[in-house]
């Protein structure tokens, strides 16, 4: 069954009445206040298929009666256009039911909310959960303009995860009697052996490679100030069992869905990431599974005997890293201790080797930032470290993080549009940059990084490695093209860029239809053309690489393998920050070894 079509009845039902359960995902807003919304999406939502399964699950077992049926239909705003007029309508044929505004983010509030607004106003119940919810509930007790506009309107939030709790929900809105407030912050739910995360095929293929995702885990054990998922799924771990995943990979097979996105903060903390990767290994390399997989890790997973290399054996074709910067005294600021300088070149050799396309994020505007230092920066991870795709983001204060609460009861300027906060556009103020410095710093460091020259080095380094480089060709276009093309950051863009006239973030005029529409097809046609262009343009690059019959031989010096004279002769290693930062990590390790008495300075100092 298609998500967005009608819910089966269970054979021998005798349902005689229906609850109508719409679930969305929203977009939010672009910069001239439309709906940010593709024919093909980027990343699937994964809070929108744990919702999904769990819905499922609750009408398979009838648990409203067993003669009602629950009807679920299932919308991604970033891939399919959402009428709430069409919505209420559906729930009013049905005669019960609700709309469940899912996995919203702070960015994605306010479109909730306008969503909302037309659904109260013909009297439809509305729940919205998600991110910000909870990590409002978590750490400022529930204090933010934005839900009391919600709470205004008559929503019911959700603060939590909907595992064994979707019951309560479903049942109180059948009676008509939603509460103003669920919270379940203070008891996490273990989600072993819960229903599994779904989206139909129909759905899913209306994202990049027609990819879905699954969790294996949540929670995470470090503490990085500027992240909202330790404060919003905890620093304990709660993971799914191998069969659990295995079950998982099954089921999307059956219905033809070969690619996944393992929404796991840090897949290599997961406990159980060996028995996991044993099993898809044995489903491609004996069941003979075509399956791909993305990950995200941290910069020590290399550390774990086997990780990399049964990663790669299990399908894994990209792996995104939270290197988020190179400077370790931004780093220590930020509690990002577990990223450790020393093993950067270690990491991501040891993924190039294993033939994975590396993605990282970096974050620009730590408070010892200057202009200067993020441009040198770059050259030097350019130079010397051999990631594929570097993915800029501000140091955005997020609500639900730490950063967010320091700000906020030092009574620092915070953006009060939470439209903005989508980690592309500053919300605070910088102690050393102006904002048009850091502004200029965003914007130079995507061209900074992705020259011609550059991505050619890119392209010459992933063939060296015998690795995909077709499909780093496809990935470099999208990013180039999102940023100089869309001007969109290329986690929110995708294919064919629609945009709805009516459509519009309220208070921002409709454009007359005698004017929008030429312009929006003229801006389709024209950015066709670009695209064609940019591709077209980097493709030859390619295929001189291709042809190139020394190419498995070029090396560089981020591509050398890592030796012990590399603090003298790699720049990285060449800031007093980062002298400081070897110094104490060398002192430690001495320590350790017995040969010095124990460091004055912190163990974490140096971590």
Not at 191 to 218: H, V
Request: aromatic share 10%; with cysteine; net charge positive.
């Amino acid at each position: 069954m298609a998500a967005g079509e009608r819910e089966q009845v269970p054979t021998g039902s005798t349902a005689s009445r229906r609850f109508c359960l719409v679930l969305i995902k929203p977009s939010h807003y672009d910069d001239g206040g439309y709906v940010i919304q593709w024919l093909r999406s980027p990343i699937p939502s994964n809070s929108l298929a744990s919702l999904y399964g769990l819905a499922k699950d609750c009408a398979a077992r009838q648990i409203l009666g067993d003669d009602v049926a629950i009807d679920i239909h299932a919308f991604d705003e970033t891939n399919t256009r959402v009428h709430p007029a069409r919505v209420a309508r559906m729930i009013e044929d049905a005669g019960a039911g609700m709309v469940m505004l899912a996995g919203v983010q702070s960015n994605q509030f306010p479109r909730a909310l306008d969503l909302a607004k037309p659904l109260r106003e013909r009297g439809i119940q509305v729940g919205i959960g998600g991110f910000h919810v909870s990590g409002v509930l978590a750490m400022l007790n529930g204090v933010d303009a934005d839900l009391d506009r919600a709470k205004e309107m008559g929503v019911s939030l959700f603060a939590g995860e909907a595992e064994g709790r979707l019951e309560e929900t479903l049942r109180d809105a059948y009676a008509g009697r939603l509460k103003p407030l669920y919270n379940y912050m203070g008891d996490l739910p273990g989600i072993e052996g819960t229903p599994i995360p779904l989206m139909a095929a129909e759905r899913a293929q209306r994202t990049a490679g027609g990819t879905t995702s699954f969790d294996a885990g949540r929670g995470c054990p470090y503490q990085c100030s500027f992240c909202t998922i330790i404060n919003v799924q905890g620093r304990k771990s709660r993971r799914r069992s191998p069969d659990d995943i295995e079950h998982i990979v099954r089921t999307n097979y059956a219905q033809g869905l070969r690619a996944f996105f393992i929404t796991d903060d840090n897949f290599a903390r997961n406990k159980d990431w060996e028995a996991i990767l044993d099993r898809i290994i044995h489903l491609r390399e004996v069941e003979k599974f075509n399956l791909s997989f993305i990950i995200q890790v941290d910069t020590l997973c290399h550390k774990l005997p086997n990780f990399v290399e049964k990663a790669a054996r299990a399908g894994v074709k990209r792996v995104f890293i939270g290197l988020e910067n190179i400077n370790p005294d931004n780093l220590l600021g930020a509690k990002k201790r577990q990223n450790k300088i020393t093993e950067y070149r270690k990491m991501l050799l040891a993924w190039k080797n294993a033939g994975v396309i590396t993605y990282a994020g970096y974050i620009l505007g730590f408070p010892g930032d200057t202009y200067a230092s993020i441009m040198h920066d770059i050259d030097v991870i350019k130079r010397e470290l051999p990631v594929d795709l570097l993915e800029f983001f501000y140091l955005t204060p997020l609500p639900g993080s730490e950063d967010h609460l320091k700000l906020k009861k030092a009574g620092a300027w915070l953006d009060p549009d939470l439209n903005k906060y989508d980690l592309n556009h500053i919300c605070t103020p910088h102690p050393k940059m102006s904002r048009e410095d850091w502004d200029r710093a965003y914007k130079d460091a995507w061209q900074r990084y992705y020259t011609i020259e550059h991505v050619e080095t890119i392209l010459r380094r992933v063939a060296s490695t015998k690795a995909n480089a077709s499909n780093a060709l496809f990935l470099i276009t999208w990013f180039m093209g999102s940023i100089n093309i869309e001007h969109i950051h290329p986690l929110e863009g995708g294919f064919l860029r629609k945009r709805v006239r009516r459509d519009r973030r309220p208070g921002l005029p409709i454009e007359a239809a005698w004017s929008f529409y030429p312009k929006y097809a003229g801006e389709i046609a024209g950015k066709l053309v670009a695209w064609t262009k940019l591709y077209v343009k980097l493709r030859r690059i390619y295929l001189r690489i291709k042809k190139d019959p020394r190419r498995y031989a070029y090396t560089d010096l981020a591509m050398t393998p890592v030796n012990d004279d590399e603090l003298e002769t790699h720049e990285l290693f060449n800031t007093g920050a980062a002298q400081a930062y070897v110094a104490r990590a060398k002192h430690i390790k001495d320590a350790q070894d017995g040969h010095l008495p124990a460091p004055e300075v912190p163990v974490q100092a140096a971590e």
